[in-house]
């Protein structure tokens, strides 16, 4: 038995980002975006509109930490209106931040009682959500939750509820053509490592399967292509739609044990979150032999290959696109490793995985990870 839910309107294609305007007519919304040129472009094209929003927030950082959380909130009470939606233009960062804000709008205490109480997130008639993702990646234009850091307490939070999900997704590859190469490489992998996680997951089903295949079918055909072809919109396309295709799947399972395993990466070494959370794909795809013979067979589609000739294919295409997969190359201690995996397997996202640390360890080995 199974069930499958997901309410995101997505509106996909060139040239759709100016359906934003008959989105919001007549509407109150405020933008939250960086504020770097390529960002601002947009979010001006709606301010010389007739319906300008209330306000436009910039001060978004890479990796939303609850401090910087804490200023918009100081921001967002000065308006003194009722807000109908929240724009996000942006990446993963920025729908993150719109989703705190929707939430917990300027209750600071809220947001505190989550984040350092642990209390479960108090969340009342959220404001709406209309997500301009611009870049390919999180999918959290498609997800209900969104990922808060407290770096000053070295810790990472999942805000979950169901009343977060965007009421719409307007994904137009075209501007996601002028982002560079590094960015692109991180977030396509962290899409691959989104469909993939949802494969080897106790909450797979056969729709999120589906959709994690050709997820990852495209991010393998498709990253090497515009990583040297960065303007290419059609393939950008078609990045895009992979980026759909695996939130679509991860949505429904959240991901495993790759995603817990990035986070300390990501938190304490500085490797970015797509990095991070992919370059143990090759390690865990052979772990999976002998496991689970649904999940073995779901991975066999994406490769057409057993799973240790699977692995091996996927850590060339790691290596094609310059993804450190050892220990050495992303500059972890052995010891610190292994207190990450042995955490990382007691973790919320650990359980969600299907295979075992025993299996794990052996291919990291075997992989060539010390």
């Known amino acids: 038995m199974w069930n499958y839910f997901n309410p995101v ?17 007549n509407k109150n919304y405020i933008i939250i975006t960086h504020p770097e040129d390529i960002f601002r472009k947009y979010s001006d094209e709606l301010n010389s509109s007739s319906n300008p929003p209330l306000s436009i927030m910039t001060d978004v950082q890479p990796n939303p930490d609850y401090k910087d959380i804490l200023e918009l909130q100081n921001k ?59 870049t390919s990646g999180t999918s959290s234009e498609l997800t209900c939750w969104a990922t808060i850091w ?33 960015l692109t490489i991180s977030t396509g992998l962290d899409a691959l490592s989104h469909s993939m996680e949802s494969i080897w997951n106790i909450n797979a089903n056969p729709i999120s ?9 495209l991010v393998l055909e498709n990253l090497p ?41 990501t938190l304490n ?25 649904v999940a073995e067979d779901r991975l066999k589609l994406i490769f057409n290959d057993n799973l240790e000739s699977a692995s091996e294919k996927l850590a060339e295409f790691m290596r094609l696109l310059e993804v450190p997969l050892n220990l050495n190359e992303i500059k972890v201690p052995v010891q610190d490793w292994n207190n990450i995996v042995d955490d990382a397997f007691l973790g919320e996202r650990g359980k969600n995985f299907i295979g075992n640390k025993e299996a794990f360890t052996s291919s990291s080995k075997l992989m060539g990870l010390y």
């Open 76 to 134: 967002f009470s000065l308006l003194n209106k009722n807000i109908d939606y929240i724009l996000a233009i942006g990446g993963g960062s920025v729908t993150d931040t719109a989703k705190a804000i929707a939430a917990f709008k300027d209750k600071q205490e809220y947001l505190t009682d989550f984040v350092r109480n642990k209390k479960d997130p108090k969340v009342e008639n959220p404001i709406k959500i209309i997500a301009v993702p611009t």
């Open 9 to 25: 309107e997505i509106i996909f294609g060139e040239n759709r980002f100016k359906e934003v305007h008959d989105a919001l007519k």
């Open 269 to 293: 070494y500085g490797i970015q979150h797509g990095i991070a959370c992919s370059f143990t794909l090759p390690i865990i795809t052979r772990s999976m032999m002998g496991i689970d013979g």
């Open 225 to 265: 292509l515009v990583a040297k072809d960065l303007k290419n919109v059609e393939l950008r396309s078609n990045i895009a739609l992979a980026c759909v295709h695996a939130g679509l799947a991860f949505s429904n399972t959240k991901t495993a044990i790759a995603h817990n395993l990035s986070y300390p990466i």
């Open 150 to 182: 407290d770096k000053e307490k070295n810790n990472k939070l999942s805000l979950a509820h169901k009343s977060l999900y965007a009421e719409k997704a307007i994904i137009d590859p075209s501007i996601m053509a002028d982002k560079p190469l590094g």
């Open 209 to 217: 399967a589906s959709h994690a295949i050709q997820a990852s079918k």
